[in-house]
């Protein structure tokens, strides 16, 4: 019951910035938080952030925590990834997902409502 539209991705060059948004719509009171996966081509789709709704709290993975930042507008059902410095190896098919299973996860297998997904390139 909850629809998800990412926004933001497009073709960059290597330490430049991008922000992604993620627009929610539907009963999003029922989701307890908001995550972003990446799946880059012949990879396992990968954690990136995730952001808790109901209390302040935030995850991101080992390898990103720096350089990405999770953020979120309750008032517009919007949830951001400010990606700074980016690198080749970011270029990925970037998504954003809801759930309501715990207060924050960053297992795939915890999301239940997923966008389409927007794309990212990060050109050298």
């Known amino acids: 019951q909850v629809q998800l539209v990412e926004s933001g991705g497009g073709l960059v060059q290597a330490g430049e910035s991008l922000r992604l948004s993620c627009a929610a719509s539907g009963r999003t009171f029922r989701a307890y938080g908001t995550g972003w996966f990446r799946q880059a081509p012949g990879k396992d789709r990968e954690f990136v952030a995730a952001?808790?709704?109901?209390?302040?709290?935030?995850l991101y993975a080992d390898s990103l925590k720096g350089r990405f930042t999770i953020s979120r507008d309750n008032a517009k059902n919007t949830v951001y990834l400010q990606m700074n410095s980016l690198k080749p190896e970011d270029t990925a098919l970037y998504y954003c997902a809801s759930q309501n299973t715990v207060v924050i996860s960053r297992a795939e297998s915890d999301y239940e409502y997923w966008g389409q997904g927007t794309q990212v390139t990060v050109s050298s």
């Open positions: 952001i808790a709704r109901s209390i302040t709290g935030t």
